[in-house]
């Protein structure tokens, strides 16, 4: 009796040989290998039919059976993502492959904040930055199931901070950046005070202001491409 078997599982071949009378003995051949017994466990590590002789012997004579059975593929793949900052909703496709003779029946996602979903790709935004992992099981019609790992990191946002003091007219009226960041470093100032924003230090000034409200908008960007804006309206006397 031989059963189908998933790649890299055990499978259980089972002689049933019978004589009316006296001992009898059934030798294995699969391959170049020869193993003795009844009953035999066989693991093999590539898909495909697996040719089996099952020799049954007494004293004086010898009966050889020739069978198959088929070692049935592991869906294999990876994970496509990338990491995201904090609030970004992020993207994760499978790239699976398997055996022709195969066809995949279920893919199930399980990520380590506790969300779980279905399907070939997912969509989800993590609450927190930090680094999470995610687990993509797969599992083919005919029960062989694989695991495939994958390690995201959501970087944290920078808190944009701008401060000013009011001046008098035609003094230069100066906005001063700064911020904090959870992990990494602030990389980017980028300023406009109606002009549009363009890169530049961690402070600005609008030079010989002439009386009146003025605002200017900040965007704070960390090391890893993460933002914050903010805006900041100081009033020259």
Excluded: M
């Amino acid at each position: 009796i031989l059963n189908d078997a998933c790649e890299l599982d055990t499978a259980v071949l089972i002689g049933t040989s019978t004589i009316s009378s006296g001992p009898l003995s059934q030798i294995w051949h699969i391959g170049a290998n020869t193993i003795s017994g009844d009953t035999i466990k066989w693991a093999e590590s590539a898909s495909g039919f697996i040719l089996v002789q099952l020799e049954a012997s007494n004293s004086k004579c010898t009966h050889t059976i020739t069978d198959s059975f088929y070692v049935h593929d592991i869906p294999r793949g990876s994970i496509s993502g990338s990491d995201v900052c904090l609030n970004i909703v992020n993207t994760f496709k499978s790239i699976l492959s398997i055996d022709k003779l195969d066809t995949i029946s279920s893919l199930s996602w399980k990520l380590s904040d506790g969300s779980s979903y279905s399907g070939d790709s997912i969509k989800h935004q993590f609450l927190a930055a930090g680094n999470f992992s995610i687990e993509l099981i797969t599992t083919s019609k005919f029960g062989c199931i694989d695991t495939i790992r994958y390690n995201t990191v959501v970087n944290p946002n920078p808190v944009a901070l701008v401060s000013s003091v009011d001046v008098c007219e035609n003094e230069d009226l100066w906005f001063i950046g700064s911020g904090s960041i959870g992990n990494g470093s602030i990389s980017s100032y980028y300023w406009d005070t109606g002009n549009g924003f363009k890169k530049g230090l961690d402070s600005i000034s609008i030079p010989q202001a002439k009386n009146g409200f003025f605002t200017a908008d900040l965007i704070l960007e960390s090391d890893q491409g993460c933002r914050d804006t903010i805006s900041k309206t100081a009033y020259v006397h």
